[in-house]
């Protein structure tokens, strides 16, 4: 019916680095996505610039688009990197700390 | 993972080892094949389709309109969408409280394009043994040959994803055009390689990992189950004490139960678990252990369904409710969506008008008695046919109103901006009064919007 011994011996995960890299780099991208949509929906790129001075910052509407979806991409991916590195670095609460023992006391 | 694999996949996978789904038939795999023809078939096709003189499905950016078929929806419409994607939320809810991770295993462009590319890799590199045995093997001509195939195939068919995925942005057959022209700008240039690379990276080598590591959906999918949700399970109680037998033997006798521990619900699966641990969140239900349990039942004279589509009330003997708060809830929260969008929709503003005073000055005193305020009006034809506007203005006494008129044609998803003046008497009014304005089509009356303003007067 079937060879036995096929089923995975290997590790099926992926890296700790990759993992890290995927999970930046995937919500950041889905955020930036509708960051983009929402933004573009009411802000016209040709119209970004300085008043006075002539050239707007962008040329075309598709380099407006393009710059604003990596710029929000680049943004939130800066603060998922953060917020897992924080999260990563967090000290573990020891098992028993010193205020749960002082508030269990203070019960008796 | 070692080995020739490891080096064509690059330092990043070293630790991972590939994950090599085993061809499976079945009902719930003729489904999900069904499902990526249709899905697939309508995103290939889709800009493809030519409605009223041009594509029906066209998102222009650079012109800022998005073309539905007879529908044109402008930067103003923009709710429809956000509307929609609540409607989409709510719907992904509802079927998953139903019948749990429907959407991963039949729907899921990350499924469906897998899918696809798996279909390449065993029509290049044959079935399961033979991928692993290839994967194996040393480098010859011969594997060469296999694996470039390969990776030609799938590049080109991930260009050709790229490829369509920009046609929803820019008209396809000017794209076409421009590609065979090598002419294409470097915008188009670059979505093409970047969506084409999304999907050959995605669908080629991430596949069950991004279910795993990278979908929000799959961890949060769990707060729509209850114990009357759809999911995929293993009746332990049949099933255990799993053991190898010979066919027609009486197996009972010796303690066991109906799973024969062939370990083809594990070779099929595309992430690589084995059910029989009980639901495990890597799992998106897919539906293929049941299809290779169901085989292997068959042809061992048992019953079906020791993988099955169960709920855990199902397997715990308790009644089955498909009807229960959670289910009535989202499927009434979604009626009422899908009706207001549909109502809102029909009722959409064809046309639009926005009012801007003029701010180089609050009001010019005329020689003839008059004071004078001068505005921009601003129209916009969102409708696909030219209309004449007429504009009006009502809120003050014996006012009247001047512009290039009588009639103001605006073309088709045009916007005209009309310097207006409204005078009034002097003495008439003191201060800042509100006026009113108005526009209306001359050949369809009931296209018509309104607008406010200030009027300013010197005061006394």
């Known amino acids: ?108 | 993972m070692t080995g020739p694999e490891a080096e064509l996949e690059g330092g990043l996978y070293q630790a991972r080892q590939k994950i090599y789904p085993r061809e499976i038939s079945g009902r719930f795999q003729r489904w999900r094949t069904i499902a990526v023809w249709v899905l697939l078939g309508i995103y290939y096709a889709l800009p493809w389709i030519r409605w009223g003189g041009r594509q029906a499905v066209l998102f222009d950016l650079p012109a800022r309109k998005f073309h539905i078929f007879g529908l044109t929806l402008w930067p103003q419409d923009f709710y429809f969408l956000t509307w929609l994607l609540v409607i989409a939320a709510l719907a992904l809810f509802f079927f998953t409280a139903l019948a749990g991770r429907l959407f991963c295993g039949y729907a899921c462009p990350q499924t469906v394009w897998t899918e696809t590319f798996l279909w390449m890799e065993r029509l290049v590199e044959g079935n399961r043994s033979q991928q692993m045995k290839l994967a194996k093997a040393p480098w010859s001509p011969q594997k060469l040959l296999r694996k470039g195939t390969k990776q030609l195939l799938w590049i080109a068919f991930a260009l050709w994803t790229g490829f369509t995925f920009v046609g929803y942005f820019t008209p396809i057959t000017e794209l076409a055009g421009k590609i065979v022209n090598f002419s294409t700008g470097p915008w188009e240039t670059f979505w093409v390689l970047f969506y084409g690379g999304a999907t050959y990276v995605n669908a080629g080598f991430m596949r069950e990992q991004v279910c795993k590591y990278m979908c929000p959906y799959a961890r949060f999918q769990s707060a729509m189950f209850d114990k009357d949700t759809l999911i995929i399970t293993y009746d332990a109680q049949r099933g255990e004490p799993r053991g190898a037998r010979k066919k027609g033997s009486d197996y009972k006798s010796r303690g066991l139960g109906d799973c024969i521990d062939c370990t083809m619900c594990v070779q099929v699966c595309p992430t690589g678990i084995d059910i029989r641990k009980g639901l495990q969140y890597e799992c998106i239900a897919c539906a293929a252990c049941i299809d290779a349990c169901d085989e292997v039942m068959d042809k061992v004279g048992y019953p079906r369904g020791l993988v099955r589509y169960d709920t855990q009330h199902g397997l715990e003997g308790v009644k089955k409710r498909v009807l229960r708060p959670r289910t009535l809830v989202y499927a009434t929260l979604l009626a009422v969506l899908l009706g207001g969008f549909a109502v809102a929709l029909s009722n959409r503003n064809i046309v639009a008008m926005d009012v801007i005073r003029d701010r180089n000055a609050l009001y010019r005193e005329r020689p003839d008695g008059l004071v004078e305020n001068v505005y921009n009006v601003k129209i916009l034809n969102k409708d696909d046919a030219a209309h004449e506007f007429r504009i009006t203005a009502a809120g003050l006494p014996d006012l009247e109103i001047d512009y290039a008129g009588p009639t103001v044609l605006v073309g088709p998803g045009q916007v005209q901006s009309v310097p207006v003046r409204v005078r009034v008497p002097r003495g008439g009014i003191s201060g800042g009064v509100d006026v009113l304005f108005g526009i209306e089509t001359v050949d369809r009356p009931d296209l018509r919007a309104e607008g406010k303003a200030r009027f300013l007067a010197p005061t006394g």
């Open chain 1, 1 to 108: 019916m079937t060879t036995p011994g096929e089923e995975y011996s290997g590790k099926l995960r992926w890296p700790r680095l990759m993992q890290d890299v995927a999970i930046v780099a995937w919500p950041s991208f889905l955020v930036a996505s509708v960051a983009t949509m929402v933004c573009f929906a009411f802000i016209d790129p040709l119209l970004i610039g300085h008043d006075d001075y002539p050239p707007p910052a962008f040329s075309t509407r598709m380099s407006g688009y393009a710059v604003g979806f990596f710029f929000f991409w680049l943004i939130s991916a800066l603060s998922s990197l953060l917020t897992l590195y924080l999260a990563r670095t967090a000290h573990p609460e020891p098992p028993e700390s010193g205020l749960d023992q002082h508030e269990t006391r203070s019960f008796e």
